[in-house]
């Protein structure tokens, strides 16, 4: 309890400090009033206008009022309008949410997927043709960051072999699910490989050390089938690194979602936050940004709660600094 | 060690014990746990590859340096008073058009489209504004690299000193450096970087031309500072049980004497070793935000933003994003693999645990 506790005012610490900084950087840009009435394309000289607009956005109070109100809006779910187009920020937001999550829980399961049978086949075999293959593998996986990876993966099926387009649209699951598979298809796998190496590389390195372990040497001498000892005995215990790094990878996601969204052109949060800075739609990029980081500190502070919870030498180890 | 960006900067949580620090830092997992046969294997490759990888590095430090007076052409055509002397400017008429690489010729598909060819076409082909790619990505091995090495030295700089402080001393200080570097980690890298670069960037974000080396360095360097004054702190605390420091602390050495004598020498080849691969990381950031359009000002190259200008022309030209993102892709693999070799030497695993 009393970790779940140091826990919970430490995700209101990180929670003030993130609303904080996020809300001051509106008036914490350089010339921002001057760039917001450009943007909103209010004639500065048009005073009263000026201050309506500015008003608007509590811009002409003081600071710590201005987190107040942006407090207060982001709790009512008063997010305001676009600065050109006057659309609700709230439903833009809704839009890219569900496409950013499709695709970061899609390319989550794939990576796991990906790397959990390959982990335990190299684990089993460790050093032989397949082992090394794969470890080497990963290890370019690695070196491929998303952009370099898109590109690559556009000429190769969507240029030489035309299977997929380059740009995707978001097609629900449910109306057409051969269309809503190509569409993620791409974005997924280019999100997904490098996350699957990481991982592959944690299970195979926990793997080979349980492995090792006296009781796998019992439940051979038991004879145990060998699928029955990986599976059954060896996996689960080995598993516990995987879990730290896939909840950790949720930042990767965040960010990659921003590079292989802009990428393939899907309308998520990601490609909503890049549009938005070079639109000048700053209070669009403002509750954009909330909402990624805040996907990734929740991820945490849950995984943080659930770790304690899974294993209690966690929990005691925990407590003593 | 994870290219992917946000793994090094980022997946040093809050709260990672030891454990899972230093599978971050730089050591693949598996390596000392593995069993002798295979070791031997891994072994020739990694002499061979190591000095692949310290080759190519040193020549792409080479090439980056001496990228302006190197012989080879310029990225920029207009500094040739005749013009034929830029091998991608097209003879007869002023279009400038997509060339390939003069060794990807071979196939028909390949070909340029006009019938005047060149005569002589670049080693990585040219862009769709006639620009050299092999002369622009050196000229991007410069900035990258550059931004980089910045970034990666002030965060190294920061890192050392706050974690140095919060290992050593303690107490109240340690708890508001772990609180703010708590902060700095709740944010996703990247959105962290763009963040900083796309609303504190002196200009507005629309018009790129002004932008500078400043704030991407900034940005980045903000990055790197929680993991490695988290390995700091991490190491000092180990360092400052050990018996020459209660030694040094006997005969009465001040606390500065003993932390910039005592322990920051230990500390420095882990430091320097995961320094190497966040260098990495970092360089695939600044990529990222180069292909996002938020690094440096449009004609100066970069490779992320190379990559990014010929996404759109992989039907015509593949090799306007492809020998960019080939180099890219070859240069982190190199400090990837060196990062490995250095941390496998100093063993940085046990200097943590």
């Known amino acids: 309890m009393r970790y779940i506790g140091q826990k919970f005012i430490q995700l209101l610490i990180v929670l003030f400090a993130v609303t904080f900084t996020v809300s001051l950087a509106l008036s914490a840009l350089p010339n921002s009033k001057e760039r917001i009435l450009a943007a909103k394309s209010v004639n500065p000289a048009n005073v009263e206008a000026a201050n309506a607009v500015l008003d608007s956005l509590h811009l002409r109070d003081s600071q710590i009022k201005q987190y107040g109100y942006f407090m207060k809006d982001l709790v009512t779910g008063d997010w305001g309008v676009t600065f050109q187009g006057n659309q609700s920020i709230k439903t833009s937001i809704w839009d890219g949410l569900q496409i950013s999550l499709r695709l970061m829980v899609y390319a989550q399961v794939i990576a796991l997927l990906l790397a959990i049978p390959i982990a335990i086949i190299s684990a089993y075999r460790n050093g032989g043709f397949f082992d090394r293959t794969a470890t080497t593998t990963s290890f370019g996986m690695l070196s491929l960051p998303s952009y370099i990876l898109a590109p690559l993966f556009i000429l190769l099926f969507s240029v030489r072999w035309g299977w997929f387009t380059s740009r995707s649209e978001n097609t629900s699951l449910f109306d057409d699910p051969w269309q809503h598979f190509k569409d993620y298809f791409m974005p997924t796998l280019v999100l997904a490989l490098p996350l699957a190496a990481t991982y592959m590389r944690l299970l195979r390195a926990d793997l080979i050390a349980t492995l090792q372990g006296d009781f796998i040497t019992t439940a051979r001498a038991k004879g145990l089938s060998t699928s029955r000892i990986l599976l059954g005995h060896a996996l689960r215990p080995s598993t516990f690194s995987l879990v730290t790094a896939a909840a950790l990878n949720t930042g990767t996601l965040v960010g990659g979602s921003l590079v292989v969204e802009t990428a393939f052109g899907l309308n998520g949060l990601g490609f909503k936050t890049v549009v938005g800075i070079f639109g000048n739609e700053f209070r669009l990029v403002q509750i954009t940004v909330l909402v990624l980081a805040m996907i990734y500190v929740f991820v945490n502070f849950f995984v943080d709660i659930a770790y304690g919870w899974i294993d209690p030498r966690i929990r005691a180890a925990r407590a003593l600094t | 060690m994870t290219a992917d960006l946000n793994a090094t900067t980022a997946s040093i949580s809050p709260d990672t014990d030891p454990e899972t620090l230093d599978s971050v830092a730089s050591t693949p997992p598996d390596q000392p746990r593995m069993p002798r046969g295979s070791r031997r294997g891994f072994r020739k490759r990694g002499r061979f590859t190591k000095w692949f990888a310290i080759i190519w590095l040193v020549l792409l430090t080479f090439t980056a340096v001496g990228a302006s007076w190197l012989p080879y052409v310029k990225h920029d055509c207009s500094q040739f008073a005749n013009k034929l002397d830029c091998s991608t400017f097209d003879k007869g008429s002023p279009i400038k058009l997509e060339r390939p690489p003069a060794w990807a010729g071979f196939s028909q598909s390949n ?126 605390l180990v360092y400052s049980q050990r018996e020459f420091v209660t030694a040094a602390r006997s005969i009465g050495a001040s606390r500065f004497r003993i932390m910039v004598k005592e322990i920051l020498p230990n500390v420095v080849p882990t430091m320097l070793t995961f320094a190497l691969t966040g260098m990495a990381v970092l360089i695939v950031a600044e990529g990222a935000l180069a292909y996002l359009g938020l690094s440096v000002n449009s004609p100066t190259p970069t490779w992320g933003s190379m990559i990014a200008s010929g996404q759109t022309k992989l039907k015509d030209a593949w090799w306007i994003s492809i020998m960019p993102a080939a180099t890219m892709f070859i240069t982190i693999l190199c400090i990837n693999l060196l990062g490995d070799v250095l941390s496998e030497r100093f063993r940085i695993r046990e200097a943590i645990g």
């Open chain 2, 111 to 236: 070909k340029p489209t006009t019938p005047t060819a060149p005569v002589r076409a670049g080693w990585f082909g040219t862009d769709s504004n006639g620009f050299d790619i092999f002369s622009r990505a050196m000229f991007g091995a410069r900035n990258s690299l550059l931004i980089g090495a910045l970034s990666i030295l002030f965060g190294l700089i920061v890192g050392s000193i706050l974690g140095l402080l919060a290992g050593f001393i303690g107490g109240k200080l340690d708890r508001v450096i772990d609180t703010v570097m708590n902060v700095l980690l709740a944010f996703p890298a990247l959105l962290l970087a763009i963040f900083i670069v796309g609303f504190f960037s002196n200009s507005s974000a629309a018009q790129a031309e002004n932008r500078s080396i400043g704030p991407v360095i900034i940005a980045l360097s903000i990055l790197s500072v929680p993991p490695l004054t988290r390995l700091m702190r991490a190491n000092t």
